[in-house]
């Protein structure tokens, strides 16, 4: 289970991609990943050299870094999220295709493209393979993807086709249900959507999507399932002050997730929400904040950092911590 949110700054243009990680434990913590970086795909030892440098969360695994999420030079942003009972991956590779694990998808997307058009072009390249003829066996891992970048194009990227299918997204929100449009279809419960949503025509960097109204309107549940996350994201996205800035769009994004957060409850569910985690598209900054800490920890994707040549792996405490005032 994860759940994305995106926040527009109307005053600067800032566009912030905000996540929950949901997993039964911590294994991803901010990482930095240089230009030219050999790494080498589980599925069929291929190896790729990064384009691009890139900030986000992941860790090194073997000969790869598994990005979760993370914002890249050109500020192309992604996230890769849990998809239930989604995915169609393909068993048989075909010649000249980059093969690729799943999970590899978003670190591979990160470190290649510039941009939501750049992968666009290219995602007809790739396919993401069965473990049948794979070198290490991972089963069928199910994910898809959110990327967007400084234009404010934001998509859903799914592999239930092959190519893999881009959708665009100007919701901005992401949970962790298959059929896309069927979670769009259901949130008209709870919402009315403008004249241009219905018709597919929303201009880029649109704060709302809906009209506001929703008189005679059911009330968003309250579970932690996915499409009960996605309606209650959905519905509070669309009804908060919209920011002015990125510090704003942190806020928001941040409050809004406080709505989707999952608390840990071992004896009900095997997930929790480990960390969240944003990322600023002008700026680079990439915020993250495991479950026990109550401050959030901030790394800007600089060009002194840029031109690094090792891979930098942040230490970040996730326990809780006070500061005390004496009177």
Same mark, same amino acid.
């Given at each position: 289970?994860?759940?994305?949110?995106?926040?527009?700054?109307?005053?600067?243009?800032?566009?912030?991609?905000?996540?929950?990680? /949901?997993?039964?434990?911590?294994?991803?913590?901010?990482?930095?990943?240089?230009?030219?970086?050999?790494?080498?795909? *589980?599925?069929?030892?291929?190896?790729?050299?990064?384009?691009?440098?890139?900030?986000?969360?992941?860790?090194?695994?073997?000969?790869?870094?598994?990005?979760?999420?993370?914002?890249?030079?050109?500020?192309?942003?992604?996230?890769?999220? #849990?998809?239930?009972?989604?995915?169609?991956?393909?068993?048989?590779?075909?010649?000249?295709?980059?093969?690729?694990?799943?999970?590899?998808?978003?670190?591979?997307?990160?470190?290649?493209?510039?941009?939501?058009?750049? &992968?666009?072009?290219?995602?007809?390249?790739?396919?993401?393979?069965? /473990?049948?003829?794979?070198?290490?066996?991972?089963?069928?891992?199910?994910?898809?993807?959110?990327?967007?970048?400084?234009?404010?194009?934001?998509?859903?990227?799914?592999? *239930?086709?092959?190519?893999?299918?881009? &959708?665009?997204?100007?919701?901005?929100?992401?949970?962790?249900?298959?059929?896309?449009?069927?979670?769009?279809?259901?949130?008209?419960?709870?919402?009315?959507?403008?004249?241009?949503?219905?018709?597919?025509?929303?201009?880029?960097?649109?704060?709302?999507?809906?009209?506001?109204?929703?008189?005679?309107?059911?009330?968003?549940?309250?579970?932690? #399932?996915?499409?009960?996350?996605? %309606?209650?994201?959905?519905?509070?996205?669309?009804?908060? /002050?919209?920011?002015?800035?990125? &510090?704003?769009?942190?806020?928001? =994004?941040?409050?809004?997730?406080?709505? *989707?957060?999952?608390?840990?409850?071992?004896?009900?569910?095997?997930?929790?929400?480990?960390?969240?985690?944003?990322? =600023?598209?002008?700026?680079?900054?990439?915020?993250?904040?495991?479950?026990?800490?109550?401050?959030? &920890?901030?790394?800007?994707?600089? /060009?002194?950092?840029?031109?690094?040549?090792?891979?930098?792996?942040?230490? *970040?405490?996730?326990?809780?911590?006070?500061?005390? %005032?004496?009177?």
């Amino acid at each position: 289970m994860c759940t994305s949110i995106l926040q527009i700054g109307q005053m600067d243009g800032t566009h912030v991609l905000a996540r929950t990680m /949901d997993w039964p434990r911590l294994g991803a913590r901010p990482m930095f990943c240089p230009r030219q970086y050999h790494w080498h795909s *589980v599925f069929d030892d291929q190896e790729y050299v990064t384009k691009y440098a890139l900030l986000g969360s992941g860790g090194r695994h073997d000969r790869r870094i598994d990005a979760s999420d993370g914002v890249n030079e050109f500020g192309l942003a992604v996230q890769k999220l #849990t998809f239930t009972n989604g995915s169609q991956l393909v068993e048989e590779p075909t010649e000249g295709r980059i093969h690729l694990a799943p999970f590899e998808l978003s670190f591979y997307l990160l470190s290649n493209y510039k941009s939501v058009q750049d &992968i666009i072009d290219h995602i007809d390249e790739i396919e993401l393979m069965a /473990d049948k003829h794979s070198l290490m066996k991972y089963g069928h891992s199910e994910l898809h993807f959110a990327a967007c970048d400084p234009t404010g194009r934001i998509v859903v990227i799914e592999p *239930v086709t092959h190519p893999i299918e881009v &959708i665009e997204n100007p919701l901005g929100i992401l949970t962790n249900s298959n059929h896309f449009d069927r979670q769009i279809n259901k949130l008209e419960k709870y919402m009315d959507f403008t004249d241009a949503f219905k018709s597919q025509t929303v201009p880029l960097n649109a704060p709302r999507v809906t009209t506001g109204n929703v008189s005679g309107k059911s009330t968003p549940p309250g579970s932690y #399932t996915p499409g009960s996350r996605f %309606i209650r994201a959905a519905y509070l996205k669309e009804r908060i /002050d919209l920011p002015e800035n990125e &510090i704003e769009a942190f806020d928001n =994004c941040w409050h809004l997730l406080d709505s *989707v957060n999952v608390p840990k409850s071992s004896a009900h569910q095997p997930t929790y929400s480990v960390y969240r985690a944003a990322v =600023c598209c002008e700026s680079r900054n990439y915020y993250y904040q495991p479950y026990h800490a109550k401050s959030v &920890i901030k790394i800007q994707l600089t /060009d002194d950092l840029i031109r690094q040549t090792e891979p930098i792996f942040f230490q *970040v405490d996730d326990r809780v911590d006070f500061r005390e %005032i004496s009177v």
